[in-house]
């Protein structure tokens, strides 16, 4: 493939299908300009043959660089295509018609019109480039006299060399897009490829979900089982202590009347009295003591069963979220 490297300072890689395929046209046109201004320069033909010429080619070469510099713009491109259908409009009338070797970038316009524009930008100018075919086409047969040859001349070898061009052309254009699509599936098996991998990277956490979701459940029945029989204990536990508390609280209630008694039947306590007092309530308090610290160990054992079950169920939760991370 032709490339002038002074031309396009640009890697070919950093522009689309589009673009490169209109990039080659610009630059296959420049080429066969230049390729005709040195032929006829060498031939002595006309100076202004080759003025003409020369002009062209710097148009082209403006096109082809604000293409570059644009990154293949929409008016970049609309003018480059419109150019390039003048072009092959000129090489009509002026190189022969239909059956000139201008024809294979008559058709090979056609398919690069189809990759370069997209939505109603190839309709339109498919539309357009289509008219102008059909006008050309209807000159063919019905005004033949309007179609002139003024290279009928030229060397065979010239000829050969620009239908080579226009076929190289067709080829890039089929070379590009065959690529472009093995670009596309490479693509897209690479994205296929993570998107299983993401797959079964989800798999396995959810995977580790549903274990730790077994595991919960699990804990949470047999937790729930433990505080059900741990209330039934407390409401046992509570209604026993409360009438083992209440017997010495009941007690110590009856010594305080009789003291209160005695102090309103009798003018002062005789030692005896005043001591038996003293010893039954020493006694009663005694036993309302150890009842309730009976009950203090009962109750922290079963607090601690408690708080366990809460850390090992905070634990587990826990790891069932950084899973999910």
Not at 104 to 127: K, Q, S, Y
Not at 153 to 166: G, Q, S
Request: with cysteine.
């Amino acid at each position: 493939m032709m490339q002038m490297k002074l031309i396009n300072p640009y890697p070919q890689q950093s522009f689309t299908l589009e673009v490169n395929i209109l990039l080659r046209f610009l630059r296959s046109t420049v080429l066969i300009i230049f390729i005709y201004i040195l032929y006829d320069a060498i031939c002595g033909r006309g100076f202004d043959n080759i003025l003409k010429a020369v002009i062209t080619a710097m148009v082209f070469v403006a096109c082809y660089i604000w293409v570059i510099r644009s990154h293949g713009s929409r008016w970049s491109k609309y003018v480059s295509v419109g150019m390039i259908m003048t072009s092959i409009t000129a090489g009509f009338f002026f190189q022969g018609g239909m059956f000139s070797v201008n024809g294979f970038d008559m058709f090979g316009l056609i398919i690069a019109l189809i990759i370069i524009f997209t939505g109603r930008e190839r309709i339109v100018f498919i539309a357009l480039y289509l008219m102008i075919m059909t006008g050309m086409i209807l000159t063919q047969l019905y005004r033949p006299e309007w179609v002139a040859d003024l290279r009928s001349d030229d060397h065979v070898a010239m000829n050969v060399l620009e239908i080579l061009m226009r076929i190289g052309n067709i080829l890039y254009i089929s070379f590009e897009y065959k690529l472009e699509f093995e670009r596309e599936r490479e693509r897209v098996f690479e994205a296929n490829k993570k998107l299983e991998e993401a797959n079964a990277e989800v798999s396995a956490q959810n995977e580790v979900i549903a274990s730790y979701s077994k595991r919960l459940e699990a804990l949470v029945e047999e937790r729930t089982k433990d505080i059900q029989m741990l209330n039934r204990k407390l409401i046992e536990y509570a209604f026993f202590n409360s009438h083992k508390v209440r017997g010495p609280l009941a007690r110590i209630l009856g010594l305080v009347y009789l003291v209160k008694l005695t102090r309103s039947s009798e003018d002062e306590f005789s030692p005896q009295t005043f001591n038996s007092h003293i010893e039954m309530l020493e006694k009663c308090a005694n036993e309302l003591d150890t009842v309730i610290k009976e009950i203090t160990v009962i109750l922290d054992k079963e607090t601690k069963d408690l708080l366990d079950y809460n850390s090992a169920l905070s634990t587990v939760s826990e790891r069932a979220q950084q899973s999910c991370k």
